[in-house]
């Protein structure tokens, strides 16, 4: 069974400054894409990155940036230049491809300070 | 596109009630799975449907079901509520076809469920 493990309950960062979220996971399967979602206090789940197992390269979108190391089963979220809005619950999730079933972690409570 | 939208917003039951939520998907989307989210367990994974079959499962007791229309619009069901059923009841959706090369699952905001 697929498990995926956040450590990090809550972390706090200056507006501007860069943060590194943490997620682990253990699997067995070889096909299997990992996310980031954001979910606001307002609640909405929002993709924030993804990236499929078979890439070796680091997903980008914008500020956000993943720390993928496969062997290891790591996937970090680092967000660059963090902005008062990007204040909020941080979930980890894996899916095994072909399916919609997500693991999630138990999140990251993120808090950007002004 | 319209995104996907769960109703009710917010729900009220007591202890022995059922209740039904209903999930429209993003236009297009054939797959809609289900999520419970609660402080103690996060979010679980309660069933997928596409094409009006059950395609996944999760860990939940048979009060749980659901059902999906041929317009791809889904259901779940909860009979007999207890109070661990309070929740936050998360619906996404997705293309759900053979290929789909992103997985990418889009979430409706929710309905909060209160048994009391």
């Known amino acids: 069974a697929q498990t995926v493990t956040q450590s990090q309950p809550e972390m706090s960062v200056q507006e501007a400054e860069t943060v590194t979220l943490s997620c682990t996971y253990d699997t067995s399967e070889n096909n299997y894409y990992l996310f980031w979602y954001k979910q606001p206090p307002s609640r909405q789940m929002i993709l924030v990155i993804r990236?499929?197992?078979?890439?070796?390269q680091n997903a980008t979108e914008n500020r956000f940036s993943v720390n993928f190391q496969k062997a290891a089963k790591s996937f970090s979220l680092k967000i660059s230049d963090s902005q008062l809005g990007d204040t909020a619950m941080y979930f980890c999730a894996f899916g095994t491809s072909g399916t919609y079933k997500y693991i999630f972690g138990t999140g990251t409570r993120l808090k950007v300070l002004a | 596109k319209a995104g996907v939208t769960q109703t009710p917003r917010y729900l009220i039951k007591t202890r022995g009630q059922q209740v039904t939520l209903s999930c429209s998907p993003i236009?297009?989307?054939?797959?809609v799975s289900w999520y419970q989210q609660t402080p103690g367990q996060g979010l679980q994974f309660l069933f997928e449907y596409f094409s009006e079959t059950q395609r996944n499962k999760g860990n939940f007791p048979g009060r749980f079901s659901g059902r999906q229309f041929s317009n791809s619009r889904s259901e779940m069901n909860v009979s007999t509520l207890e109070l661990g059923d309070s929740a936050l009841y998360l619906c996404a959706s997705s293309p759900g076809l053979a290929g789909d090369s992103y997985n990418e699952q889009f979430f409706g905001p929710g309905t909060r469920l209160t048994v009391l």
């Open positions: 236009s297009g989307h054939r797959s």
């Open positions: 990236q499929e197992a078979y890439k070796q």
